[in-house]
């Protein structure tokens, strides 16, 4: 019998338990046409009520893909020339909750966090194929100046990711809270 697609899945990372669940969200253009594709991954620390879930948001975009039919699996996220990942996969889903918590993310923090997939995907599918580069990506791809999927140099801090006080990649910065 096949599983509930809906029913949270379990992750226990370094002693810790999760509860994941993915969902695709749209909204709907004045033609009803289904625009502004995501994917969201929701990580919540459990028991209930001991840390504030993390929310990964993939947003469809320039040289990005997110699941919206064929040839793509329900689960697949990626850039359309680089790293990709399955959602569907728990190692997909523990690479992602690792790159979080080396950026910073806290979570016995009581708030709910939302932080940019596609600044985490590269540094995740690399651990996950065994190249693991504890500085992150070198660039974060996301929305940079008002371009969405453009690439950020180096030297410059990707909006929806950082601030620009807090450039280096391991800044909690990264992460904001979607609630007080």
Known sequence: MPRHSKKPRRLVADGR????TM??????DAEGRPV???QTLTLSPQPAGTGGPLRIVFAAGPGRYV?????????????????????HEPGA???LLDVALAGGWQPG???AVEVDGWCLLESAAAARAGDTNPEG???CVGDVG???GATAPEDSPCRWCMTDQQARWGSAARFKSTRP
């Open 17 to 20: 338990v999760y509860m994941w």
């Open 23 to 28: 969902r695709h969200s749209h909204r709907r």
């Open 36 to 38: 502004d594709c995501s």
């Open 67 to 87: 699941p919206g039919g064929a040839p793509f699996g329900s689960g697949d996220v990626g850039f359309i020339r680089g790293a990709d990942l399955n959602l």
């Open 93 to 95: 889903v523990r690479a």
């Open 109 to 111: 923090e009581q708030r």
């Open 137 to 139: 990506p070198s660039a």
């Open 146 to 148: 008002g371009r969405p």
